[in-house]
């Protein structure tokens, strides 16, 4: 069973970065695309962003210019970089692995921006 351990959220004011960490418990290149999703009370989850097995990336409009998504392939762990918070970014963020038959959550991590 394919693990995936988030790390790296918390409470941050507006304006200020974090990282998040997604470590799987396998070769990152076992699955056909990586990414991050979110989701806040009463809302459901969104896409924020993901990263192919050939490294190319995708973003939702509400965070490019300030989010990037990146991987280490040697540590088999996926990045998530977050600058220029905003409160509307407070949510539990969710990494997910997809592979051809299946997908797998890690158990989120909660991101808090305060104004």
């Known amino acids: 069973q394919v693990q995936l351990v988030e790390s790296g959220g918390g409470l941050v004011q507006v304006g200020g970065s974090l990282r998040l960490s997604c470590a799987a418990s396998e070769s990152i290149f076992s699955f056909n695309v990586m990414g991050w999703y979110r989701q806040d009370a009463g809302r459901q989850r969104e896409l924020v962003a993901t990263i192919t097995d050939r490294g190319s990336a995708n973003y939702a409009d509400s965070v490019k210019g300030r989010f990037t998504i990146s991987r280490d392939s040697a540590k088999n762990t996926v990045f998530l970089q977050m600058n220029s918070l905003k409160p509307e970014d407070t949510a539990v963020y969710y990494c997910?692995?997809?592979?051809?038959?299946?997908?797998?959550w890690g158990q989120g991590s909660q991101v808090t921006v305060s104004s």
């Open positions: 997910q692995a997809r592979s051809v038959l299946r997908v797998y």
